[in-house]
């Protein structure tokens, strides 16, 4: 009886839950977990927006601000790869779980070269 | 055309078809699906049959308003095949074995013959 | 009268919405009508707004099982119309993370079809060895299961010395155990009784109703276009179709499980043989021509028509997706089989309804 | 009924669904170790029944919940008998009332599920009935009378005249328990042809009624293994847990058989073990000392 | 406190591309074990508590979506997991896809990601949990989510 | 008076068929009302007068005995007319071999002096059965033929209502006549009766069951008028009594009486439709329903076992006796077995009928007395349940067109009362603390030590118990359609509630109807009464107790319970579950299906015709309980 044997083994061994959420294994530096914005080189190009499969960056040269909508970001790093100012770099950080986020960032452009003043990524709630 | 153009042989009438179609199935080719596209007003049906590995293609040209004939009472597996493109391109095929009349993936609201 | 049921959309024992009108005569199904469309999102047309980069993001979430394997076709048919040859190493890349897509395809599909016939311990333990594969997955491409290795002219990312390693620990670890799960599924009393002799196709008819993958070789038919010529790399690495010849559930069941140690294999003299070297070249300009490109999925073979017009955007992608070819099989295999076989005739062919209807 | 009739009826009613609490929690813990997983709380099912009380009542028929009423208090009366060692034939008729109100009530939603889940289960009764009562004539035989005082009584075990019966009664729990391969009519979890078969319209306070019944049902369904030891109570119990057990491991290492072949062990193997066992008591003569 | 220990999930798959799906699933196996929490998957919405909406809106499934929302009974949770059912995700101007789960009944809680990860999934069951203790308390019941005839959501 | 009661139960019912005939259509139904109330008071009557016999002696006798002749003269004859007349040879060939059995008997069997009519306790529960659910039954048919005759476009009423109280008047002299050439008489024109009904329709179909009917009947009648020229000639037993009294003083004589016994036993199986007679009774479904209701399930088939029964004295202990047991428990278990298999409801309830007829038979056969206290009890109780059963089986087939029971599913939400009534009946069939249930337990404790027949009792309940559930849970299922209005007349639903309320007034009241006629009549019989108490709501054998009234509180508790709670838990009622593809705006049940189409989702019973189907056991059957029979005859000859 070959299960005999799978769950006579199972039972006499711990068993090998991760328990989640008290016990948090360190997620894989190689883990694409969310987008990363830094702001300070964009030159609002927008070629993060043309690139982005499924629309999840908005980049509003009149308002000078960069938006991604979390929720619907794919984790493609194609931002990642064709901005020209590697200004978006990918994290091993999960996104969290929640209401729908939209991390709104006002770009600081280069008529203002020093300490870029980034408002804190907050949370929006559904649209 | 350019040189990476697929292999296909043209047929001309509904008529030829079914009777190519036939004769593939008893020399041993498996029906292996169809490909639509829109040209000159109406469609390019290319059928797709494999043997051994090996692809033969058949490019049928469905005139603006022709019913093409099913080839699903050849190849039953033909059948989604066609009803898809009786969805998306609002062909209609003649003779289906099971026809879902357009509704096979799109109910009365969604948008009609999107690919057409 | 006779019994009608409706079975699905949303039905536990089909964790995908495809629906089955059955009609049922004293426990014997005698009727079956599929009703399709609940996953249809229309990507075929999506190449008109996204152009053949992105398209590859897109292919890639046809199905989440084997995205990767889409992902690659797709790059492949589109490297195609550029006429271009990808680095080596590339080719081999791809050709390790599709065949772990197939480890971890097949794995998840062992347990499903163990859950369809109760058998809940199995189904555990399938899913439990699974997550090993996954996590090498996830680390040599950064996700867990859609993957986003491929792109048009190579792969996005390398393959570093540590990860190489820890799949070769891995594959030691999931050969020993599906071992073990083998003889569960070959062996065990009950199953057999569930599999042997159920919805039995014929050679010559699971041929002609163009069945395809594991369905199409659990009767007898050794077709796999892994051996084809359009991929040298599986002939370099000793590729093998594997063929059961009895046609009912139980040989599907072992064509996989067999397909798994050929997996194991393949990825093992892959990695022995993986060249160094780049792992993409830059490609230029708009992709013109025709071109067909298949490769074989877990689920079977799908076949990938791409056109291009000189512009960014593709003029027509289509897919044929190895689900889409085994449905009408269901039409021929569920006739005649009890009510209590149905998921399990249904999850033989191991469907794939996101990528039947995209 | 003296007071302490009443006190030991009090106590059943109370304590049983207590100790079927723990024992279905125990269980599920055990399923989930053999698993290889961690698993429920151990009161893991006590909150299930909290939980579903508090649930709104949505019903497809307005009457449905009067069955499963019907089955708690029959299982519950079928216990006490048990307890206070009534005529064990009449025990086993009070329970297929408790079972067919099941069917009934699965049946009364008149969902399709629960409807051939329900003729399945009907079909179970078919394999189980003649067993249960086999066990019963057994033990007239022994004992001169199908009332149980001669049972709990007597000093020696059934179990060693009875072997045969024992094991057709181990296979009946099975399917009593609607374990595996046994789960065809409705199974613990949603992941089966029928979703979850006879309850699929149950929810709320008429499931978690459903529930509790089978609290009481899992003490009574011992009880029926305790006698054959009932000589030594402390054995028996045992032999009901070591047989609580071995389904439990059954459970975990078969798959879900069809009703057919179920039918076909239970009048070819279980039916034909027992009746050579009663030929045996019959021939015989022994009598329970 | 008992519902949050017994949370009951029915899991729907709607036009999803299934990588969310073997994750939803994958939450359930040994090295997950969302059973840890009391999770079933119950498979019938009549005893469900929570729905685990995976995939997008489309138009034909709108009214399973629907039908099973109302037949789950209060109080309840809709939990949205992964980038489709939060927004529609990449497939969300796509012609058959109506958007996110939000556009045809209300959601309490979303999974973000493509796919999300099973510890990402088990978060939203946590969060899942709050909110159905808190609907609990203040009596809140999920509206009826009337079927159109038309079958389309008015803000679709 | 004893006497007048006797007469008045045997004129009464002769001058209400008269009546039928006199008066017009519409004056039946209070006819028929009349009737019921004569036929309560004048059973009752009868039991008050207590028991007793009633001599005929000279000079009435002589008129009675010629009238008696000119009557087995003309049933003779109109047999013969009959088959001749529809060319049915094989029942012509039965006929004059009967007509040369009276021959044989008029010149070679000595006449006796006196005729007698022994009124014992079981003829008091027969008594009672005939003549209040007989009349019931006709009551209920005042409401019901009228819709009948319409879909057949018959005319034919008078001959129905003439037939249906002659029939009683038969029946009533069956159960009471001692003299067994008297009882063949009545026994005969019960049969006769019976042929009429089934041909009601007048049918192909109609003609031939009910020449199956009747010829199967004749080879049963040859046996017995067999077996009574036996007894008169070689052992001068003339009366039924006399067999009891005769075997009675010890084994040799029992063992010398086996074979006319058998005989006699024979007559009452093919009357109780027993195997491999059955195929009668299941073309007697043919007739109206409360032809079935009156003759094939309550009445007149019960004419079979009450013979048998009335024989227990004759072969009580002996190896017939064990045959009995063994044919009687073989017949209870093939056809639970048949029934399993069938989906009309009148089949089902038909071979459910013959099966219980056969569990009565099995236990007479085994003949201790708690056993033939079962027999008797299970004739009573059966007899109400099963009119019950096959009268609401009518009434569902006029309210949905159907006697298919999977048609029958929701019919719940259509006739919400008879639906419960029909519950009622079935659960009595069954469950406790119903009498046939209790019947039941006390035939199986009985059986006990016969480890065949309890095998048999075993399997045969087991089945049982899976048909009935099947149609209780079918017409319980809720499906939410009302198109189907119930027609509700006085004359069907008094009837129905009668019958419902008696099942349970009797299943209350067993213990007092077990001492007041079951314990005395087992005395008679067997001289030892069976060693059953009744205490604290219990009936207590020796070897167990059956604790009814226990199971009656707990019923009620638990309707209180789902009373109390339905108002704690508000119940909101919603869809059915379909996988999401409800459409509420059409029916519940509908979804939609792959053509974007909506469909009705229907759910039918498992049959296993694969496995017990008509085609698959008649034939095993038939065998089996051919050579069972032989084997008592054999056993009769001694041999
Ligand atoms: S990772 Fe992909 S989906 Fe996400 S923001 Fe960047 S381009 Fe868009
Ligand atoms: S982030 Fe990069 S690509 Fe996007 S707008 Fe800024 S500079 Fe351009
Ligand atoms: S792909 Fe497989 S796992 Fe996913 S839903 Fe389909 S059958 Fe289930
Ligand atoms: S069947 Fe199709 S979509 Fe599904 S996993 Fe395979 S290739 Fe992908
Ligand atoms: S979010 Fe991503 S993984 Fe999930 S269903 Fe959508 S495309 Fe698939
Ligand atoms: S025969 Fe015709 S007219 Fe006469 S009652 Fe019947 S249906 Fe009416
Ligand atoms: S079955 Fe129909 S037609 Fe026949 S008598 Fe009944 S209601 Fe009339
Ligand atoms: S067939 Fe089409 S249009 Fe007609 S009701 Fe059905 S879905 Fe609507």
Redesign the pocket.
């Known amino acids: 009886m070959g299960m005999l044997n799978l769950v006579l083994t199972n039972i006499s061994r711990k068993p090998p839950t991760r328990l989640y959420p008290f016990e948090i294994r360190e997620p894989f530096k190689e883990f694409k977990g969310r987008i990363v914005f830094n702001p300070e080189n964009c030159i609002l190009c927008g070629l993060c927006q043309k690139k982005c499969p499924p629309d999840a960056i908005t980049v509003t040269k009149a308002d000078k601000t960069w938006e991604l909508n979390v929720f619907r970001c794919i984790m493609c790093t194609e931002c990642v790869n064709g901005c020209p100012k590697d200004c978006i770099s990918i994290s091993n950080e999960r996104a969290k779980t929640g209401a729908k986020e939209f991390i709104k960032v006002a770009v600081p452009i280069v008529d203002k070269p020093k300490a870029p003043k980034a408002e804190t990524p907050k949370a929006a709630s559904s649209k | 055309m350019l040189d990476n153009t697929i292999e296909t042989t043209e047929i001309k009438s509904s008529g030829e078809l079914l009777k190519t179609v036939e004769g593939l199935k008893s020399d041993g080719y498996r029906y292996s699906t169809m490909i639509c596209l829109k040209a000159n007003e109406g469609h390019d049906l290319i059928y797709i049959f494999e043997k051994d590995n090996k692809l033969k293609n058949l490019r049928y040209f469905v005139k603006p308003g022709e019913k093409p004939k099913s080839v699903s009472g050849i190849y039953l597996c033909a059948l989604l095949i066609e009803n898809e493109y009786q969805d998306l391109f609002g062909l209609t095929f003649e003779g289906l074995a099971i026809d879902y009349k357009g509704h096979l993936y799109l109910t009365p609201n969604s948008p009609k013959a999107p690919l057409a | 009268m006779t019994t009608v049921i409706p079975f699905g959309p949303q039905h536990p024992v089909l964790p995908e919405p495809v629906s089955l009108k059955l009609e049922i005569d004293n426990d014997v199904v005698v009727g079956v009508l599929p009703s399709l469309g609940y996953v249809h999102r229309g990507l075929e047309k999506f190449i008109d707004t996204k152009d053949y980069n992105q398209t590859t993001y897109i292919c890639e979430r046809i199905c989440g099982i084997c995205s990767a394997l889409h992902g690659i076709t797709y790059t492949r048919a589109v490297e195609k119309l550029f006429d271009v040859e990808i680095p080596e190493r590339a080719q081999y890349i791809r050709v390790i993370v599709g065949e772990l897509n197939r480890v971890h395809s097949h794995l998840l599909w062992l347990g499903l079809f163990a859950d369809g016939f109760g058998f809940e311990s199995l189904f555990y333990e399938c899913w439990k060895y699974r997550e090993a594969v996954l996590d090498v997955l996830e680390r040599i491409t950064g996700n867990r299961v859609i993957h986003s290795i491929s792109r048009v002219g190579g792969v996005s990312r390398d393959l570093t010395k540590e990860q190489i390693d820890m799949t070769l620990k891995m594959l030691d670890a999931v050969e020993s155990q599906v071992k073990d799960i083998e003889k569960v599924f070959v062996n065990n009393y009950t199953v057999k009784q569930r599999l042997v002799g159920l919805a039995t196709m014929s050679k010559q008819l699971a041929y002609e109703a163009g069945t395809a993958g594991p369905t199409l070789r659990g009767s007898g038919n050794a077709v796999d276009v892994r051996e084809t010529a359009d991929w040298d790399i599986y002939k370099d690495l000793g590729f093998k179709p594997v063929v059961e010849k009895d046609g009912d559930c139980y040989a599907r069941t072992k064509v996989r499980i067999t397909e798994l140690y050929e997996s194991i294999k393949l990825i093992r003299n892959a990695i022995s043989k993986l060249p160094n070297g780049e792992v993409a070249i830059p490609i230029k300009g708009f992709p013109t021509g025709e071109a067909i490109m298949r490769t074989e999925q877990p689920r079977g073979e799908v076949v990938y028509y791409v056109k291009g017009n000189g512009t960014k955007n593709l003029e027509r992608l289509k897919i044929r997706t190895p689900t889409f070819a085994n449905i009408p099989s269901l039409l021929l295999m569920l006739p005649g089989v009890k009510l209590a076989d149905v998921p399990i005739v249904v999850l033989t062919i191991d469907p794939c309804i996101s990528c039947t209807e995209r | 009924m003296n007071t302490n009739d009443i006190l030991l009826a009090v106590l059943v009613l109370i304590g049983a669904p207590i100790i079927g609490c723990i024992a279905s929690g125990i269980d599920r813990k055990i399923t989930a170790r053999l698993q290889g997983r961690v698993g429920p709380p151990l009161l893991q099912p006590y909150y299930d029944v909290k939980k579903l009380l508090s649930k709104d009542n949505m019903v497809v028929n307005p009457s449905q919940n009067f069955y499963v009423v019907v089955y708690l208090v029959f299982i519950v009366l079928s216990l006490l008998m048990l307890v206070f060692k009534q005529d064990f034939l009449m025990i086993i008729f009070v329970y297929t009332v408790a079972s067919l109100a099941l069917i009934v009530g699965g049946m009364s939603t008149g969902s399709p599920y629960a409807r051939v889940g329900s003729s399945r289960e009907i079909m179970a009764i078919l394999s189980y009935e003649p067993v249960l009562i086999l066990y019963a004539l057994a033990i007239y035989l022994l004992t001169g009378t199908f009332k149980l005082t001669a049972v709990l009584d007597a000093s020696s075990p059934m179990l060693m005249y009875t072997p045969l019966i024992f094991i057709a009664m181990i296979v009946v729990l099975n399917i009593k328990l609607k374990k595996s391969p046994f789960d065809y009519s409705t199974s613990h979890h949603g992941h089966q042809e029928l979703v979850k078969g006879m309850t699929t319209e149950y929810g709320g306070p008429g499931f978690a009624t459903i529930e509790i019944a089978h609290f009481y049902e899992y003490v009574f369904l011992t009880g029926l293994i305790f006698l054959f030891w009932a000589s030594n109570p402390i054995i028996g119990v045992l032999l009901g847990i070591i047989a609580y057990l071995l389904i439990i491991v059954i459970d975990n290492i078969t798959a879900r058989v069809y009703w057919q072949w179920m039918l076909k062990l239970s009048w070819s193997v279980l039916l034909i073990i027992s009746i050579v066992n009663i030929a045996f008591l019959y021939v015989s003569g022994v009598q329970l000392a | 406190m008992s519902l949050a220990k017994s949370p009951w999930i029915i899991h729907v798959n709607v036009n999803s591309c299934n990588g969310c799906d073997i994750e939803v699933v994958a939450c359930l196996t040994p090295l997950y074990d969302a059973e840890r929490f009391g999770v079933l998957n119950i498979g019938t919405p009549k005893q469900a508590d929570i729905m685990v909406v995976t995939g997008s809106v489309n138009y034909k499934n709108v009214n399973v979506l629907k039908n099973l929302y109302n037949q789950i009974p209060d109080p309840k949770v809709v939990l949205a997991v992964g980038a489709c059912a939060s927004t529609g995700g990449i497939f969300h101007n796509c012609y058959n896809v109506i958007g996110g789960v939000d556009q045809v009944i209300p959601v309490d809680a979303y999974v973000p990601g493509c796919c999300p990860r099973p510890e990402a999934i088990l978060d939203g069951v946590v969060a899942a949990l709050s909110i159905l203790e808190e609907k609990k308390k203040g009596n809140i019941k999920g509206k009826e989510v009337k079927l159109k005839g038309s079958e389309v959501p008015s803000n679709a | 008076m004893m006497e007048n009661t006797v007469m008045l139960l045997i004129i009464v019912p002769i001058l209400f068929s008269l009546l039928f005939v006199a008066l017009p259509k519409s004056l039946y139904k209070y006819l028929a009302w009349a009737f019921f109330i004569i036929g309560v008071a004048l059973s009752v009557n009868l039991v008050l007068d207590g028991t007793g016999v009633v001599q005929i002696g000279e000079p009435n006798f002589a008129m009675f005995e010629n009238i008696v002749l000119v009557l087995e003269v003309l049933v003779i004859l109109f047999i013969l007319a009959v088959s001749a007349k529809y060319k049915n040879w094989p029942t012509l060939g039965l006929g004059i071999i009967s007509a040369a059995l009276f021959a044989y008997t008029f010149t070679n069997v000595p006449g006796a002096e006196g005729a007698s009519f022994n009124i014992d306790q079981f003829s008091q529960i027969m008594i009672l059965i005939v003549n209040i659910v007989g009349t019931a039954i006709i009551l209920f048919a005042t409401g019901y033929m009228d ?2 005759e ?3 476009h018959l005319h034919r009423q008078k001959t129905f209502y003439f037939t249906m109280s002659f029939f009683l008047a038969a029946m009533n002299g069956l159960v009471m006549a001692d003299t067994l050439g008297w009882l063949f008489l009545f026994w005969e024109l019960t049969t006769l009766c019976s042929f009429v009904l089934i041909s009601y329709n007048m049918d192909e179909e109609g003609i031939n069951n009910g020449f199956r009917a009747l010829a199967l009947n004749l080879v049963g009648g040859i046996a017995l008028s067999i077996g009574i020229i036996l007894l008169a000639t070689k052992y001068e037993i003339s009366t039924l009594s006399g067999i009891g009294t005769y075997a009675g003083t010890d084994a040799a004589a029992m063992a010398a009486v086996a074979l006319p016994v058998a005989l006699l036993c024979i007559g009452g199986f093919a009357k109780s439709a027993q195997m491999p007679f059955q195929s009668w009774l299941l073309g007697a479904m043919v007739a109206p329903t409360p032809v079935s209701a009156l003759l094939h399930s309550s009445t007149m088939v019960n004419a079979g076992v009450f013979l048998v029964v009335k024989l227990v004295p004759a072969f009580a202990g002996s190896s017939l006796g064990t045959a009995i047991a063994v044919y009687g428990s073989f017949t209870f278990v093939m056809c639970s077995a048949l029934a399993l298999s069938q989906r009309n409801a009148k089949r089902v309830l038909a071979y459910s009928t013959i099966a219980n007829l056969g569990l009565i038979i099995a236990s007479a056969g085994i003949g201790t007395p708690l056993a033939v206290a079962a027999a008797i009890m299970l004739i009573l109780f059966h007899a109400i349940s099963k009119a019950l059963l096959f009268l609401c089986t ?1 009434e569902i ?7 298919d029971i999977e048609d029958m599913s929701g019919l719940i939400n259509k006739a919400p009362l008879l639906t419960t009534l029909a519950a009622l009946g079935m659960v009595s069939m069954l469950l406790p603390p119903f009498g046939v249930l209790l019947t039941k337990w006390v035939s199986m404790e009985a059986a006990s030590s016969n480890p065949v027949v309890i095998v048999f009792l075993i399997l045969g309940s087991a089945l049982t118990t899976v048909y009935y559930a099947k149609w209780l849970g079918t017409i319980l299922s809720s499906s939410m359609d009302k198109n189907a209005v119930p027609h509700k007349k006085p004359e069907t639903y008094f009837p129905l509630s009668f019958l419902g309320l008696a099942i349970v007034a009797t299943s209350i009241f067993v213990f007092s109807i077990y001492s007041y006629f079951i314990k005395p009549q087992v005395e008679i019989l067997l001289k030892t009464a069976p060693v059953i108490s009744g205490q604290a709501g219990q009936f207590t054998s020796e070897i167990g107790a059956f604790a009814y009234a226990a199971i009656f509180v707990v019923l009620a508790l638990a309707v209180l319970i789902y009373l109390a709670t339905k108002n704690m838990f508000t119940p909101r009622t919603t869809s059915y579950y379909m996988c999401g593809e409800n459409n509420l705006e059409k029916d519940r049940l509908m979804f939609r299906n792959g053509l974007c189409s909506y469909e009705k989702s229907s759910v039918s019973n498992i049959y296993l015709q694969n496995t017990f189907g008509e085609s698959k056991l008649t034939t095993l059957g038939y065998a089996i309980s051919i050579i069972l029979i032989v084997i008592a005859l054999a056993g009769g000859v001694g041999l």
């Open positions: 819709e009948y319409e879909h057949r009518g087939e006029h309210t949905i067109g159907s006697r």
